[in-house]
């Protein structure tokens, strides 16, 4: 509903798709063939621009009542994420399907949400090697190239970043759940939101962090979240090496503004 929106805002590509949104209304998950129709029209609409495709994504902050979660005493730490579809095999190989199928189509990229560490990164590729096994026995047609990221959104990814980076094809950073695990700060708690602080020297290093495994490995990193689409923070998100940045609609053109109006050279000093 948003990409005609997002186009006349001056969009070139669709950096964060929450397929979560597929999945919320209904009392039993989408099949492969209805996932497949909304990716495959985003796709299309988007055209010749990428898009992201985050699988799914529920847990923690991120509430989709259709989908029985159980009661956990830190949700925030709990069955969340990729976590939550590495748990249920059948549902993320429906995905991943969907997710491919729509890649035949247009430029797609594929992201799991909520990566740890590299046995689970690896794990999640493993999957989605089966799932390209089954539509190749089958003739159905996918991008074999199509580009494999993750979300770095966890203080432990951040600090092997060099080592995920060598398995994938693109970072891109969470910031909003990456301060709050970084700076141990829920930023929807009213007594303690003041802590919350995107420039917090914590923040920055574990974006360099980033950033450096990024270059030294090749690979382009992008930033989701709030901290992408805030003018204030635009010119040191440049410095740090940052090449895409995942916005509101609303938000494209003032900072398009900024990137206009500034040398990248003077950015990285």
């Given at each position: 509903?948003?990409?005609?929106?997002?186009?006349?805002?001056?969009?070139?590509g669709v950096g964060l798709m929450r397929s979560e949104f597929l999945f919320m209304g209904r009392t039993e998950?989408?099949?492969?063939?209805?996932?497949?129709?909304?990716?495959?029209?985003?796709?299309?609409?988007?055209?010749?621009?990428?898009?992201?495709?985050?699988?799914?994504?529920?847990?923690?902050?991120?509430?989709?009542?259709?989908?029985?979660?159980?009661?956990?005493?830190?949700?925030?730490?709990?069955?969340?994420?990729?976590?939550?579809?590495?748990?249920?095999?059948?549902?993320?190989?429906?995905?991943?399907?969907?997710i491919l199928r729509a890649s035949a189509h247009g430029p797609v990229r594929v992201m799991f949400p909520m990566?740890?560490?590299?046995?689970?990164?690896?794990?999640?590729?493993?999957?989605?090697?089966?799932?390209?096994?089954?539509?190749?026995?089958?003739?159905?047609?996918?991008?074999?190239?199509?580009?494999?990221?993750?979300?770095?959104?966890?203080?432990?990814?951040?600090?092997?970043?060099?080592?995920?980076?060598?398995?994938?094809?693109?970072?891109?950073?969470?910031?909003?759940?990456?301060?709050?695990?970084?700076?141990?700060?829920?930023?929807?708690?009213?007594?303690?939101?003041?802590?919350?602080?995107?420039?917090?020297?914590?923040?920055?290093?574990?974006?360099?962090?980033?950033?450096?495994?990024?270059?030294?490995?090749?690979?382009?990193?992008?930033?989701?979240?709030?901290?992408?689409?805030?003018?204030?923070?635009?010119?040191?998100?440049?410095?740090?090496?940052?090449?895409?940045?995942?916005?509101?609609?609303?938000?494209?053109?003032?900072?398009?503004?900024?990137?206009?109006?500034?040398?990248?050279?003077?950015?990285?000093?």
């Amino acid at each position: 509903m948003e990409i005609s929106l997002a186009l006349s805002q001056g969009t070139e590509g669709v950096g964060l798709m929450r397929s979560e949104f597929l999945f919320m209304g209904r009392t039993e998950p989408p099949d492969e063939d209805e996932q497949f129709s909304a990716y495959l029209e985003v796709v299309e609409r988007m055209a010749p621009h990428p898009v992201t495709i985050r699988t799914l994504d529920v847990g923690g902050d991120k509430f989709v009542p259709e989908i029985n979660l159980s009661d956990e005493m830190n949700p925030a730490m709990g069955l969340r994420g990729i976590r939550f579809s590495l748990n249920e095999k059948q549902m993320f190989n429906v995905q991943l399907r969907a997710i491919l199928r729509a890649s035949a189509h247009g430029p797609v990229r594929v992201m799991f949400p909520m990566i740890t560490g590299v046995a689970e990164l690896r794990e999640c590729l493993m999957r989605l090697e089966s799932a390209k096994n089954e539509l190749r026995q089958e003739g159905v047609a996918f991008d074999e190239e199509m580009p494999v990221g993750i979300m770095i959104e966890t203080p432990s990814a951040a600090l092997i970043a060099d080592q995920l980076a060598r398995h994938v094809d693109f970072f891109s950073i969470g910031t909003n759940d990456l301060i709050q695990y970084c700076l141990a700060v829920d930023r929807a708690n009213e007594h303690i939101a003041y802590l919350y602080e995107p420039l917090h020297p914590a923040v920055l290093r574990a974006l360099s962090l980033i950033c450096e495994a990024a270059e030294k490995n090749g690979i382009a990193v992008s930033m989701c979240g709030e901290m992408a689409g805030d003018p204030l923070y635009t010119l040191i998100l440049l410095g740090l090496g940052i090449s895409e940045l995942s916005m509101n609609p609303s938000g494209i053109p003032r900072v398009k503004r900024i990137l206009r109006q500034v040398d990248k050279a003077v950015s990285e000093e």
